[in-house]
Structures are given as C-alpha cells and as structure tokens.
C-alpha cells in the first residue's frame, strides 16, 4: 500500500543551508570590515522594508553571515560590531541625521541616495560613538564600502563628509 503525500503549497520547503565559513575565518580587521559592510546592508533593507533593527540584525546573522551568497563567500561579519552599529544608528537616527544633513550642506550638497545614505550614517555613527578606533581606519573601511557599490564620485563624497563629520564630533 502506497502512502499519501501530502499536498504542498508553491515550492517544497528546504532547509537553510550551512554557512559556507566559519564565524571566526578571516583576520579580526577582516570581520570588522565586514562588520562595515554587513550594516550599511541592514541599514538598507531597514529602509526599504520598513523593517526594525533588531529582526534586521538577526535575519543578516542567520542567513547572510558567512553563508555563500550568489556564488560568492565573503569573511563573515564581527557580529557584534555589525549589531552595535546598526542598533546605534537607530538609537541616534534623527542626531545622525542632522549632522549629515549640516555637512553635506557645508559641501553645497543636498539630499543623497538611500545607499548613500546607509554608508553615512554607518560611518557617523562610528565617529560619534566607536571612540576607541582611529578615525582613519572608519573613513577609509567606509571608503572601501562605497567602492564596492559606486565608480565615480561617491568615494569623494563620503571621503569629504565623514572627514567634515570629524572635524565636527571628534576633536
């Protein structure tokens, strides 16, 4: 006697699958700027979902971090500096806010995309509240963000607002 299968709705279910490294592969510096990376994504899709940091951070952890993504396996993110950032921007949101606002109008520049934008404020948060790492290493892992996602200007652009950003907050 044959058994019953049972019916299924769209495509069959599969398990997640394992992620492709382990948490702890690469250098420090290498999962902290992935850290970088991983919250201007968060940050993103908090934006375009309309979705809470908190289900945001855990949802990247457990399904983007150190998995294979499109082919590609990346360092896997310091997950506490990836959730210390990207609660932190939302903690300060408006603050972080204002001051970019002030320094991309000290640059005689106006509103910018919302990638950009997850970029600055990943960064000026950094700058405001990450004091024990040289501003240096926040502007130029930031830099390097931008680059994997823009050719032209925008690396200025971030260079010369978080540089103004500094100066404002870190004196």
């Not at 902290?32 to 289900?55: E, I, K, P």
């Not at 603050?95 to 934008?117: S, Y």
């Amino acid at each position: 006697m044959a058994q019953k299968k049972k019916p299924t709705r769209g495509k069959p279910v599969t398990p997640p699958e394992k992620p492709a490294v382990k948490k702890t592969e690469g250098s420090a510096k290498a999962r902290r700027t992935a850290a970088r990376l991983a919250a201007v994504q968060v940050l993103y899709q908090m934006h375009l979902n309309n979705q809470d940091a908190a289900s945001a951070v855990r949802e990247y952890i457990s399904h983007r971090n150190g998995f294979n993504l499109d082919g590609d396996v990346f360092v896997p993110a310091d997950a506490e500096l990836l959730e210390e950032i990207v609660m932190g921007v939302h903690g300060r949101w408006t603050d972080i806010d204002g001051i970019i606002a002030a320094a991309l109008a000290a640059g005689k520049k106006g509103e910018v995309e919302t990638l950009l934008e997850s970029i600055l404020r990943a960064g000026t948060w950094e700058l405001l509240a990450n004091g024990k790492v040289d501003t240096g290493i926040i502007i130029h892992d930031y830099m390097n963000v931008t680059n994997g996602f823009y050719e032209g200007a925008e690396v200025k652009l971030v260079n010369a607002v978080l540089d103004k950003v500094a100066k404002t907050v870190r004196d």
